[in-house]
C-alpha cells in the first residue's frame, strides 16, 4: 500500500491481539500465526500504520529518518529535498520557507511601489496636459477676443464718426483748396467731433506710436492734395494689405474715416494687450461670448404642503414667479419652511402632500424633467476634499456640460468660474476634510457654489449660500451670481438676514412666516414701502431683513395703534394681492388673541387643540414615517421626461470620467491602503504560526480562521468605498448623473484590493503554515472569497449608515461560520449550503485533501464524508462565490437608486 508502513504483526498474549494490527486469532486455531494487514484504516484511529513524520518508508517494511537538507511528512515514501533558503536539520518534518515569504511579500511592496510611481508620474502628465489646454483654450480665446474687438471697434467708430466727418469733409472740400499750413491747421483741428487726434497712450510701444504717427501724416498728405491717386498702406494685425488703384477708396470721407478707425483700433489693441495674461483672456472671453440659455420662469400658485399622517401645515398658500435675470431672495425667522420651500418646487418633498400650481415656462411641467440645466446648492458643503478646487469644478464641468461641447470651450467654462469666484490662488490646493485642513472655510463655500455654476444651468437654486462667510465674501459670491444672470440664469437663494449692501443687490424678495406662509413677495425696492403702508416703519440705522424678521419671530412689539398683529402679516398680504384666503384663516384671524411668545405660528388651530394620546400619536409617526419611506422609494424610480433639451455625457463616458476621478482619490489614500495591507500581513503572521496544518483534518482550522479573518478585514476596508461617499453621491446623482457609471467605477478600482490582498496576505500565512496544497490554489480560492465579500460590504454600506455596517461586517462573516459547521440540526445545515464561508472552507480543504492520496485515501474520504465535501466540488464552489458577490452587487446598486436621500 503506497506510503505505508506494514511490518510483521506479533501476538500479543495479554491482550490476544496482533499488534499493531486490530484483529485477532480465530477461536480454536491454535496453529494460526499473525500475519499483514486486515483493513484499511484511517490516521486517527490507526497512525502506527502510517510512516511517521520525519521519516520515510521506501517499502512495506522499511521506515528510514530523513537526512540533513530533506523533510518527510507523514505517510512519505521517499524524503523530499528542503529549497535553498529553507533550513532542514535530520528528521525534519516540514520546512521552514518564512524567508520565501518575505522575498515574496518585498516583491510585493516593490511592485506597489512602482504602481504608484508610475500612477504619479500619469498624474503629474495629466496636469500638464490640462495646462495645455488651458494655454490653447486661451489662445482661442484671445484670437477669438481680439478679431471681435477689431470689428467692434470699427464698427462703433463708423456709427460715431460718419456723420461728423462726412459734414466735416464736405464743408472742408466744398471751399478752395487751403494752403499747406491751413490744411495742417485742419488736419489737427477737423475730425469727426471737432477733436484733435488723441496723443498716443503713455504704455504704446514705438512700433504702435510710429504707426499712428504714419497714419496721421497720411491724412494731412491727402488733405493737402486730394486728387492724388497714390495707393496706401494699412497694417491689420500682422498682415500688410496693399491698396491699388484698382480697388481705390473713391470718395476722401470715405479714407478719413478708415484711417481714422484704423488708429482707433490700434488704441483698442492698445488696452487689450494690457490683458493678455490668462486671467485677462477669460475676462475679454467673459466680455465677448455670453452665451444663450435657455431660460426657465417658475410661477406657483398656492402652493401647500402638508405633512402625510400628522396633518400639518409645512407650506401654506404661497403664491408667486421667479423670473429669468432676476436674483431672488427667500428670507425668514427659523422654522418657516426656507428649504421645505425649495424642496417642493425642486419635487424633492417627500412624505408630504402637495397641492398648488407649479408652472415651468408657463406648462405645468415637473422640475425633475429639467434636472440638467438646473443647479441646486445644498446647505452643507459637499465637496470632494480629497480632490483640489480646479479637479472637483473640473469633473462637474465634464459629467453636465453638453457632450458635444468642445474641449476648449470647457475649458473656458471652469477658468471663467474660477475667475468670478476669486478662486486663482487656491485653484491648485487640495479642498481638505476634517481630519486634514485645506482651504479656508469660505473658499469651500465658494467652491460648493461653483460646482452648479460650472454646469451652465438655467436655473440656480442655493440653500443658504453665504452662511458662514464675511461680508467681503458674500459680496463677491453676489457679485458671481449677478454676473450669471445677466446671461439670463433665473437665481433664487436662501437667506439669513444679509447685510444692508447685500440685501440691495437682490432683485426680487420672498419673506415667509413661520407655517411657510407668504408675508411679502416682490422687488426689493418696494418691500420698504408696502410695510410702510402697513404702518410698520423701519427705525433709522436698522437693517430691514433684521427688523422684519425680528417681527415675525416676536421679538419686535408692533404698536397696537396700527392695529396689525405679526400673525395677521400673511393674511394681509394675501388680501392685498386678492389671493383667496382658507375659511380658517379668516377665523383665526377673527378669534385672534392677544399676542404672546409661546402662541404657535401658522400652526394648525383643530391639530394643535386636539389632545391626542401616546398611542395615538406614536401610530401617528409610524404612519408617517412608512409614507415618507413609500413617497421616497418611488420618487427614487419615478422618471420623468427630459424636456431639458441637453445631451450630456453617456454612461461609458461618465464611467471613464468617475475612474479617473476615483484612481486619484486612492492614490491620495495610499497611505489607508498600506495600513490595510498591513494588518493583513499582521493577520497572515499570526494565523500561520498559530494555526498549524493538521494531517488529520487538513489544515481546516487554520482555513477556518482565515476565512474569518480575511472576510473580517476585507468587509471593513470596502466599506470605505460607499460608506464616506453616499452623501456626494446623492447630490451627483440628484444633478443627472449617471449611478451605473458611478457604481462601475467604484467595483472596478476596488478589484486591486481584490488581487493584492490574497497575495499580501498569502505571503506570511502560506510560507508560515506550508500546506501541502499549491500557492496557486490558495490565491485564486482567496480572489473569489474577497470578491465576494466586497460585494456583501457594498450592500452593507450602502444600506446602514456608518457605524451599523462596521458592526454588520464583524457579526457576518462569525454568524455564517458557525452556521456552516454546524452539525446534527438538519434545518441548519441546509442553511448553512447557503453561506459563502461554507463554499469558501470547502474549497480550501478540497485544494489541500487534493495532495493526500496513496495511504491516506481513507483518511480522506472520511473526513471530507464526514463534513458532506466531495472533490469534484472545487470549482462550483469558487463559482457559488463568484455569483454570490455579482447578486450582493446588483443587491447593493438596488440599494444605492433606492434608499438614497435627495
Known amino acids: 500500500m503506497i506510503r505505508s508502513y506494514c511490518p510483521s504483526s506479533k501476538l500479543n498474549e495479554t491482550t490476544g491481539v496482533c499488534d499493531p494490527y486490530s484483529y485477532q486469532l480465530p477461536p480454536g486455531d491454535t496453529n494460526h500465526t499473525c500475519g499483514g494487514a486486515d483493513v484499511w484504516v484511517d490516521f486517527v484511529s490507526s497512525s502506527d500504520l502510517f510512516c511517521k513524520a520525519g521519516f520515510y518508508c521506501p517499502t512495506t517494511t522499511q521506515k528510514n529518518p530523513c537526512s540533513r537538507g530533506h523533510y518527510c511528512r507523514a505517510g512519505s515514501t521517499e524524503q523530499t529535498r528542503c529549497y535553498e533558503l529553507a533550513t532542514c536539520e535530520e528528521q525534519t518534518t516540514n520546512q521552514n520557507i ?14 506597489l511601489l512602482i504602481i504608484y510611481n508610475w500612477s504619479d508620474q500619469v498624474l503629474s502628465t495629466r496636469e500638464k496636459k490640462q495646462a495645455k489646454s488651458r494655454e490653447a483654450a486661451a489662445r482661442s480665446a484671445r484670437e477669438t477676443a481680439q478679431a471681435r474687438e477689431k470689428w467692434k471697434s470699427a464698427k462703433d467708430n463708423a456709427k460715431k464718426r460718419a456723420s461728423g466727418l462726412q459734414e466735416s469733409f464736405s464743408r472742408t472740400f466744398s471751399r478752395r483748396k487751403p494752403s499747406m499750413a491751413e490744411s495742417k491747421g485742419t488736419g489737427q483741428t477737423k475730425s469727426g467731433s471737432g477733436a484733435p487726434l488723441p496723443p498716443p497712450p503713455s504704455g504704446m510701444s514705438q512700433a504702435k506710436a510710429k504707426k499712428q504717427n504714419n497714419l496721421t501724416k497720411m491724412m494731412r498728405e491727402l488733405e493737402e492734395n486730394p486728387e492724388s491717386h497714390e495707393g496706401f498702406n494699412v ?3 500682422d498682415k500688410n494689405l496693399k491698396k491699388h488703384k484698382t480697388k481705390e477708396l473713391h470718395t476722401r470721407s470715405q479714407i478719413f474715416r478708415y484711417a481714422y478707425n484704423e488708429i482707433e483700433k490700434e488704441k483698442a489693441m492698445q488696452e487689450q494687450n494690457k490683458n493678455l495674461t490668462f486671467s485677462g483672456v ?6 465677448f461670448e455670453l452665451g444663450t440659455r435657455p431660460p426657465i420662469e417658475v410661477i406657483f400658485k398656492d402652493l401647500t404642503l402638508t405633512l402625510k399622517g400628522k396633518n400639518k401645515h409645512l407650506l401654506r398658500c404661497v403664491s408667486g414667479k421667479f423670473s429669468p435675470g432676476h436674483v431672488s431672495a427667500i428670507m425668514g425667522p427659523s422654522g418657516a419652511g426656507k428649504t421645505t420651500f425649495l424642496s417642493a418646487l425642486t419635487g424633492k418633498a417627500t412624505g408630504c402632500t402637495m397641492t398648488g400650481l407649479i408652472l415651468i415656462n408657463g406648462q405645468p411641467e415637473c422640475m425633475r424633467s429639467y434636472k440638467k440645466i438646473i443647479g441646486f446648492v445644498p446647505q452643507d458643503d459637499i465637496v470632494h476634499g480629497n480632490l483640489s478646487v480646479e479637479e472637483n469644478l473640473w469633473f462637474s464641468a465634464r459629467c453636465r456640460l453638453p457632450a458635444d461641447l468642445g474641449k476648449p470651450e470647457k475649458v473656458l467654462v471652469v477658468e471663467r468660474v ?23 472655510g469660505g473658499q469651500r463655500k465658494r467652491v460648493n457654489v461653483g460646482l452648479e455654476m460650472v454646469m451652465e444651468p438655467s436655473l440656480l437654486i442655493l440653500d443658504e449660500p453665504t452662511t458662514g462667510l464675511d461680508s467681503s465674501s458674500s459680496q463677491l459670491l453676489l457679485r458671481a451670481l449677478r454676473r450669471e444672470a445677466l446671461e439670463g440664469v433665473n437665481i433664487c437663494m436662501v437667506l439669513h438676514q444679509p447685510s444692508y449692501t447685500l440685501f440691495r443687490m437682490f432683485d426680487d424678495f420672498i419673506l415667509l412666516a413661520k407655517g411657510g406662509q407668504t408675508v411679502y413677495h416682490g422687488p426689493v425696492k418696494k418691500v420698504e414701502e408696502y410695510f410702510a403702508g402697513l404702518g410698520i416703519h423701519i427705525p433709522e440705522r436698522v437693517n430691514p431683513p433684521d427688523y422684519f424678521i425680528d ?3 416676536g421679538i419686535v412689539k408692533l404698536s397696537p395703534s396700527i392695529g396689525v398683529n405679526y400673525k395677521d402679516l400673511p393674511l394681509r398680504w394675501m388680501l392685498h394681492n386678492g389671493y383667496p384666503v382658507p375659511p380658517e384663516m379668516l377665523d383665526a384671524a377673527g378669534e385672534a388673541a392677544p399676542v404672546g411668545e409661546n402662541s404657535s405660528h401658522g400652526g394648525n388651530p383643530a391639530a394643535a387643540g386636539s389632545a391626542a394620546t401616546f398611542v395615538g400619536e406614536l401610530w401617528e409617526d409610524v404612519k408617517s414615517s412608512v409614507e415618507q419611506k413609500k413617497d421616497q422609494m418611488l420618487h427614487n424610480f419615478f422618471t420623468s421626461k427630459d424636456l431639458s433639451g441637453r445631451i450630456t455625457p453617456g454612461v461609458m463616458t461618465q464611467y471613464k470620467y468617475f475612474l479617473g476621478r476615483i484612481g486619484k482619490q486612492r492614490l491620495r489614500e495610499a497611505r489607508i491602503q498600506a495600513v490595510d495591507y498591513l494588518i493583513l500581513l499582521l493577520a497572515g503572521i499570526c494565523l500561520g504560526t498559530l494555526a498549524k496544518v493538521s494531517d488529520e483534518t487538513f489544515g481546516s482550522m487554520g482555513y477556518l480562521y482565515t476565512v474569518i479573518a480575511v472576510s473580517l478585514l476585507s468587509k471593513i476596508a470596502a466599506l470605505r468605498s460607499f460608506s464616506p461617499d453616499k452623501v456626494y453621491y446623492w447630490r451627483e446623482s440628484a444633478s443627472g448623473m449617471s449611478s451605473l457609471a458611478y457604481f462601475l467605477a467604484k467595483d472596478t478600482i476596488d478589484h486591486f484590493n481584490t488581487i ?4 499580501v496576505y498569502l505571503s506570511m500565512f502560506y510560507f508560515f503554515n ?11 480560492v482567496l480572489i473569489c472569497l474577497i470578491y465576494c465579500v466586497t460585494g456583501i460590504a457594498y450592500a452593507l454600506a450602502i444600506y446602514f449608515d456608518p457605524g451599523q455596517a462596521q458592526l454588520w461586517s464583524v457579526l457576518v462573516p462569525v454568524v455564517l461560520t458557525l452556521v456552516a459547521n454546524q452539525e446534527g440540526d438538519k434545518f441548519v445545515m441546509r442553511l448553512g449550503d447557503f453561506c459563502y464561508t461554507k463554499w469558501a472552507l470547502e474549497s480550501f480543504l478540497i485544494a489541500n485533501a487534493k495532495r493526500y492520496y496513496g495511504v491516506w485515501l481513507i483518511t480522506r474520504c472520511g473526513s471530507l464524508k464526514q463534513r458532506g465535501y466531495r472533490l469534484e ?3 462550483p464552489c469558487l463559482g457559488y462565490l463568484i455569483i454570490a458577490g455579482i447578486l450582493s452587487r446588483g443587491l447593493a446598486f438596488f440599494c444605492l437608486i433606492t434608499f438614497q436621500k435627495k
Open 98 to 111: 518564512t524567508a520565501y515569504g518575505l522575498l515574496f511579500f518585498a516583491g510585493i511592496i516593490l511592485v
Open 282 to 287: 477669460i475676462s475679454m472671453a467673459n466680455e
Open 551 to 553: 417681527i415675525l419671530e
Open 756 to 759: 493584492v490582498k490574497p497575495a
Open 770 to 780: 506550508n500546506p501541502r496544497s499549491t500557492i496557486l490554489d490558495n490565491y485564486i
Open 873 to 875: 466540488d472545487w470549482y
Open 235 to 237: 497694417e491689420i494685425g
Open 418 to 440: 474660477i475667475e468670478s469666484l476669486g478662486l486663482q490662488h487656491v485653484r491648485d490646493s487640495l479642498v481638505g476634510t476634517v481630519e486634514k485642513r485645506g482651504i479656508s
